[in-house]
């Protein structure tokens, strides 16, 4: 069993569609929970981060923990064409070493 | 203004060929980390430097190698590349390396071996 496990998708949705993408995980030495944006060709930027179980909210994104399931997501509102790119999920633990999802391509149609 | 920045976006080289692939960086970050990403894949780090200590994954391949000259600049070595090393090479930094430090990635480096 990989260690984050993501859907790669790709996943098509309209304009202004709230979107989930999702992630698990089975290392429960996992603290810090990231969501990267990737741009075609372009290198991972940083969207959020969270520690703990919870919801942290930032414009138009949330990220959402729950580590009794081992369960990441990320929810986008009012979705733009300017979404569309390759959102990978990451996580830390005791180090500085990021374990990254394989990623999902997202693509908002106008 | 570019904080990490990659040299050359595209690079193609041959079979066996050496090539050296360049970043740099104006955060003065004192760590700085090598990933390898292949298509649809989850970049996979390779390396990286806590100023000039070496750290290397244990799976990662010896025909990898990497120099830090200095804080601002850090090289990855394909010492022979083979068909199975064309990837997306991203540099990435980050002030510490406590796992609460944002790591910042560069645009990456785009490998064709032909």
């Known amino acids: 069993q990989k260690e984050v496990e993501q859907d790669p998708g790709p996943l098509s949705v309209p304009e202004g569609a709230i979107v989930s993408l999702n992630c698990t995980y089975s290392n429960s030495a996992f603290q810090y929970f990231l969501w990267y944006r990737q741009y075609s060709r372009k290198g991972p930027e940083l969207l959020m981060y969270t520690y703990s179980s919870g919801n942290k909210e930032d414009g138009r994104f949330t990220a959402q923990v729950d580590k009794s399931s081992k369960y990441i997501s990320l929810f986008i509102r009012d979705s733009q064409p300017s979404d569309s790119a390759t959102y990978l999920c990451?996580?830390?633990?005791?180090?500085?070493?990021?374990?990254f999802g394989k990623g999902t391509l997202l693509t908002v149609n106008p | 203004d570019a904080m990490v920045i990659q040299n050359p976006r595209y690079q193609v080289t041959q079979f066996g060929k050496p090539v050296t692939l360049s970043c740099s960086q104006t955060l003065n970050h004192n760590v700085m980390y090598w990933y390898q990403q292949k298509s649809s894949q989850a970049p996979k780090l390779l390396f990286h430097y806590y100023d000039k200590d070496f750290n290397n994954e244990a799976d990662t391949p010896d025909n990898f190698q990497s120099r830090r000259p200095n804080t601002s600049f850090c090289f990855l070595d394909i010492r022979s590349p083979g068909l199975g090393d064309a990837a997306m090479y991203l540099c990435a930094t980050s002030r510490t390396a406590f796992p609460q430090e944002t790591q910042y990635f560069g645009p990456g480096t785009r490998l064709l071996v032909l």
């Open positions: 990451a996580m830390l633990g005791s180090n500085y070493k990021l374990t």
